[in-house]
Nanobody, 119 residues
Framework: QVQLVESGGGLVQAGGSMRLSCTTS????????MGWLRQAPGKERESVAA????????YYADSAKGRFTISRDNAKNAVHLQMTQLKPEDTAIYYC????????????WGQGTQVTVSS
């Protein structure tokens, strides 16, 4: 079983920055695709960003482009999401997720961390 634990959430003012971190254990980290997804109250869960195991390819939702940066440190089995220019609509529970290379769906999930952006 792959275990993922998020950290770094909290309260921030609009326009501010926040970095989320996710540490993994239980499986070889270098060959897992990692991602961040979020779910706001009353809305469906949406993908925010993803990064390939080699870090050669990244994905960002349109709402995150230019503001969020996903990165990974394979030596430390960690993935990060640096968020800048935060907006109230970024308020959500953010989840770290992982999947095997080639898998279509996310297989493992963290417990989530709350991010609240005040106006």
């Amino acid at each position: 079983q792959v275990q993922l634990v998020e950290s770094g959430g909290g309260l921030v003012q609009a326009g501010g920055s926040m970095r989320l971190s996710c540490t993994t254990s239980g499986r070889t980290f270098n060959y897992l695709t990692m991602g961040w997804l979020r779910q706001a109250p009353g809305k469906e869960r949406e993908s925010v960003a993803a990064i390939a195991w080699s870090a050669s390819s990244t994905y960002y939702a349109d709402s995150a482009k230019g503001r969020f940066t996903i990165s990974r440190d394979n030596a430390k089995n960690a993935v990060h999401l640096q968020m800048t220019q935060l907006k109230p609509e970024d308020t959500a529970i953010y989840y770290c997720a992982a999947k095997r290379v080639g898998d279509a769906e996310w297989t493992w999930w963290g417990q989530g961390t709350q991010v609240t952006v005040s106006s």
